[in-house]
């Protein structure tokens, strides 16, 4: 009985100095566990004779009884307290001040082209891009633009110097290229945009030797003129945010599509401001025209069968006209005033429902 006791309090110490929840764990392992000191010791009641076993029983099981219930009073005290650690060192001061506003502002080339994409996806455009390298197969060739042909001149290209083979790789004049590695890639129908980067070599108060562009291309089996025009008007309009817009499809020349357009728009002149979409002037706002059957042969469609229209615009100056920008070179001067002043704010993504410039 004096063994009962002398391993009573010896166990009861240890639960008290048990410093957390994994210590108190060992405890109860060494005590009650399988081969634990509690456990060995009711084992042996089975060997005891029965007067022994009546006194040993009860004693043992309480024994057990007051060890469990220190353990489990321990374990509440030590879960108690770490909780209290946790609350003490996770506290927040709600006095502090709260966190800066965010220093950059999304510059107007990002929020135009985030403006258009909203207009075409709700169109049901994909938006795909393609290499700033390119080749003059993707660039000129498979575009229509024939050998030596004086179209290739108007574009100011900048050229690698040529390969091992001869070849030279050049700075993508335009993003109509993605045209042709769509098409090469996938079966129509097709619907897409690509936004992109366009170099030629030029600079003035309306050109940089970098400039943005936006390519579309639709390619399906009745694919005509009307649905160019449509698509193109109701874009306008969700970009310039203007319910009624004067529009003229004027004949053009480019040798990747046939017929070609050059697409103006009405505009007003009041004081120094442009106002868009009605007016007695026309601004020329953007390139297109029905895919040219050469174009779709070169990407392995049959023009019989599949026809498409396309487009191209310039990005930077879409954005000079919405929003006032007098200089396109200001765009890359990474001028932070300018930045600051024609930025715009970095979480406000445009979309059709609150207004796309809002
Ligand atoms: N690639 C032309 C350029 O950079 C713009 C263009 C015009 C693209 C008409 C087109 C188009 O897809 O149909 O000058």
């Not at 108690?80 to 650690?85: G, I, K, M, P, V």
């Not at 502002?105 to 393609?130: C, L, N, R, Y």
């Not at 480019?254 to 002149?269: L, Q, R, V």
């Not at 487009?311 to 001028?335: C, E, H, N, S």
Request: hydrophobic share 40%; with cysteine.
């Amino acid at each position: 009985m004096a063994d009962i006791e002398t391993l009573q309090s010896e166990i009861l110490a240890e639960v008290e100095a048990a410093g957390d929840e994994r210590a108190l764990e060992d405890v109860r392992i060494s005590a009650l566990g399988k081969k634990g000191r509690v456990s060995e010791l009711m084992k042996g009641l089975g060997k005891m004779d029965p007067e022994e076993r009546k006194t040993m029983g009860p004693a043992l099981n309480g024994l057990k009884n007051t060890i469990v219930d220190a353990i489990d009073a321990k374990k509440s005290a030590l879960h108690e307290a770490a909780l209290d650690a946790r609350l003490a060192s996770e506290k927040v001061d709600v006095t502090l001040p709260i966190a800066p506003e965010a220093k950059g502002s999304i510059h107007p080339v990002s929020q135009v082209f985030d403006e258009i994409t909203a207009i075409f996806a709700d169109m049901g455009f994909a938006v795909k891009e393609g290499p700033d390298i390119e080749d003059d197969f993707h660039n000129f060739t498979a575009l229509n633009f024939p050998d030596g042909h004086p179209a290739r001149e108007m574009h100011d290209t900048f050229f690698f110097h040529p390969d091992e083979n001869g070849d030279r790789k050049l700075l993508r004049t335009h993003t109509s290229p993605v045209q042709i590695r769509t098409m090469m890639q996938e079966k129509p129908p097709l619907r897409i945009i690509v936004p992109g980067k366009t170099y030629r070599c030029d600079s003035d108060q309306t050109h940089t030797p970098m400039f943005h562009q936006l390519e579309g291309l639709v390619i399906d089996k009745e694919t005509h003129m009307g649905h160019l025009k449509w698509c193109l008007e109701e874009f306008v309009k969700a970009f310039f945010e203007v319910d009624k817009l004067r529009s003229r499809f004027r004949p053009h020349f480019f040798p990747f599509t046939e017929p070609s357009a050059e697409m103006d728009i009405g505009y007003e002149k009041v004081g120094n401001e442009i106002r868009i979409g009605q007016g007695d002037n026309w601004m020329e706002i953007l390139g297109c025209g029905m895919v040219h059957p050469n174009v779709l042969r070169n990407v392995g469609l049959d023009p019989d069968e599949y026809q498409g229209f396309a487009f191209g615009l310039g990005v930077d100056r879409l954005a000079m006209l919405k929003y006032g920008i007098p200089d396109l070179r200001d765009f890359f001067a990474a001028d932070i005033r300018w930045l600051k002043h024609y930025g715009f704010a970095p979480l406000d993504m445009p979309n059709l429902a609150s207004g796309l410039s809002r």
